[in-house]
């Protein structure tokens, strides 16, 4: 019977795994919509580049957390995530077609991006 209730637990919480993936890109990717809408020099051109720049932002995020501690995001870790915040929204240019930004729309675009995510309800981080 415990066995049985740990299989139970176990699968349980593998779903749980997979829809907060899930939540986190979709919560991405109406972050980066409504900040690219919002900052100047800030274009992702179709629905698809916005898709995979959510997921390329999210890994990227992940993996600097991952090896080094620190989260990307600017009302989280002050000015390095800030910084973070920018570095990843300006590389993200170079992994996904049909989404361009300069140097000055990062930093604005990670001030707009940190205040959206803020105010965006629900735990986001992975």
Same mark, same amino acid.
């Given at each position: 019977?415990?066995?049985?209730?740990?299989?139970?637990?176990? %699968?349980?919480? +593998?779903? +749980?795994?997979?829809?907060?993936?899930?939540?986190?890109?979709?919560? %991405?990717?109406?972050?980066?919509?409504?900040?690219?809408?919002?900052?100047?020099?800030?274009?992702?051109?179709?629905?698809?580049?916005?898709?995979?720049?959510?997921?390329?932002?999210?890994?990227?995020?992940?993996?600097?957390?991952? #090896?080094?501690?620190?989260?990307?995001?600017? #009302?989280?870790?002050? #000015?390095? +995530?800030?910084?973070?915040?920018?570095?990843?929204?300006?590389?993200?240019? =170079? =992994?996904?077609?049909?989404?361009?930004?300069?140097?000055?729309?990062?930093?604005? +675009?990670?001030?707009?991006?940190?205040?959206?995510?803020? #105010?965006?309800?629900?735990?986001?981080?992975?």
């Amino acid at each position: 019977m415990s066995d049985n209730q740990s299989n139970t637990q176990t %699968s349980q919480t +593998g779903m +749980g795994t997979v829809g907060q993936i899930i939540t986190r890109l979709v919560v %991405s990717a109406i972050v980066l919509a409504i900040t690219a809408f919002f900052t100047p020099g800030f274009s992702i051109n179709s629905i698809w580049s916005l898709a995979v720049a959510a997921v390329v932002l999210t890994v990227i995020d992940y993996l600097i957390a991952k #090896f080094t501690g620190l989260q990307a995001s600017p #009302f989280g870790k002050g #000015f390095v +995530g800030f910084v973070l915040a920018a570095v990843i929204l300006y590389v993200t240019q =170079f =992994f996904v077609a049909g989404y361009t930004i300069s140097w000055m729309a990062a930093i604005v +675009g990670a001030v707009v991006y940190g205040i959206i995510d803020y #105010f965006i309800p629900g735990e986001q981080r992975m």
